[in-house]
């Protein structure tokens, strides 16, 4: 065990409080000259009072950051030996030695403190004492390597070590006036997504998200970018929105953005036969008047033995039935024509 070792382990920053515990484990097997030593992974873990698997995680930490130097040792049977470390930035403190002063060969006399003298005490006030050197007996003198100039350098960051200002970079609060991109600016992924939300949905959700971190009071309130935190907000609620709109939630969106007209035409449906019309009760039952009134009721039911045809008014009418209410046009059409029913879709323009 090396206390100057240990002593400089302990003077090192490694932005981890058990990192630093194991660079002091290592430590204790070090000797005062830093020469490599030798320890088992389990001895460190146990040292620390950390399980092994943690242990060698802060060892690779401690080698990303330039603290020690780790080799795998192999015994002569092949095996696993203990690992060696060193650090490369410990140095050694030099040692040299004083020789202590020569001791006088006369001694004091009786009366005026020469030879034979003893009613005058040790180092008597009036009598002074010879000038010796600061250093008793045997005393070792240490003095650090490096100069006073070496001092007043600037301490060096460990190889790996990110520089303290970007460290303190985490980002800012959402701007009171921060407005989300436009929806042809989003990334591909977070496009697709978002167009598939009903009109108004984008403006709602973007000032929900706004008010949202606004009133947030803790750290994860700060963000380095907010447009991409808006994408991941996105990612995130498409399913939860998708759901409201088939429940009939309606997003009110800004004055400035116009909303789109109910479909102007619908089909001619008086012709469609009785299981068409228990399929649109089912339908609608589930849906609720306001979904089924705006997307279904134009639609028309073509009813071919075991085949549903749900044709809508337009290629978009058609696109949203399906991405939207497929699954209960579905469920209907197989409750009232049986499960090995098939449902398509279509789209005509209606008749004038």
């Known amino acids: 065990m090396s206390w100057e070792a240990e002593n400089w382990a302990r003077q090192q920053r490694t932005g981890d409080p058990v990192t630093k515990a194991v660079l002091v484990g290592i430590a204790n097997w070090m000797n005062p000259k830093g020469d490599e030593c030798q320890v088992s992974m389990r001895r460190l873990a146990d040292e620390v009072e950390i399980s092994v698997r943690t242990a060698q995680r802060h060892v690779q930490r401690l080698a990303e950051l330039g603290f020690i130097v780790k080799s795998d040792a192999v015994r002569?049977?092949?095996?696993q030996g203990w690992n060696s470390f060193r650090f490369p930035g410990y140095k050694p403190p030099r040692v040299s030695h004083v020789e202590p002063p020569a001791k006088a060969d006369t001694p004091h006399d009786n009366l005026t403190g020469g030879e034979g003298d003893k009613l005058t005490p040790p180092h008597d006030r009036l009598t002074p004492s010879p000038a010796t050197d600061c250093h008793g007996e045997g005393d070792t003198a240490v003095s650090w390597e490096g100069s006073?100039?070496?001092?007043?350098?600037?301490?060096i960051a460990p190889q790996g070590a990110k520089d303290p200002a970007e460290k303190r970079n985490r980002g800012s609060r959402i701007p009171a006036d921060w407005k989300p991109p436009a929806l042809s600016d989003l990334p591909p992924a977070a496009k697709a997504k978002a167009r598939q939300w009903p009109t108004g949905a984008y403006?709602?959700?973007?000032?929900?998200?706004?008010?949202?971190?606004?009133?947030?009071?803790?750290?994860?309130?700060?963000?380095l970018d907010w447009d991409k935190a808006w994408c991941t907000w996105i990612n995130r609620s498409t399913g939860q929105i998708l759901r409201d709109a088939r429940s009939g939630v309606q997003h009110s969106a800004p004055s400035s953005t116009p909303?789109?007209?109910?479909?102007?035409?619908a089909h001619d449906t008086s012709r469609e036969n009785g299981a068409a019309a228990k399929i649109r009760t089912l339908v609608k039952a589930k849906l609720g008047d306001q979904q089924y009134d705006r997307w279904v009721a134009p639609s028309?039911?073509?009813?071919?033995?075991?085949?549903?045809?749900a044709?809508?008014?337009?290629?978009?009418?058609?696109?949203?039935?399906?991405?939207?209410?497929?699954?209960?046009?579905?469920?209907?059409?197989h409750a009232v024509l049986g499960p090995d029913a098939e449902l398509r879709f279509a789209n005509e323009t209606p008749a004038a």
């Open 311 to 333: 044709v809508a008014v337009s290629s978009f009418a058609s696109n949203y039935l399906r991405d939207n209410f497929a699954n209960d046009l579905a469920q209907a059409m």
């Open 300 to 309: 028309r039911l073509d009813i071919d033995a075991g085949t549903m045809t």
């Open 148 to 155: 006073d100039k070496d001092n007043n350098k600037p301490p």
């Open 259 to 265: 909303r789109p007209a109910l479909p102007a035409k």
């Open 76 to 79: 002569s049977d092949g095996g």
């Open 203 to 223: 403006e709602a959700e973007a000032e929900a998200f706004q008010n949202f971190w606004l009133a947030e009071a803790s750290g994860r309130a700060s963000k």
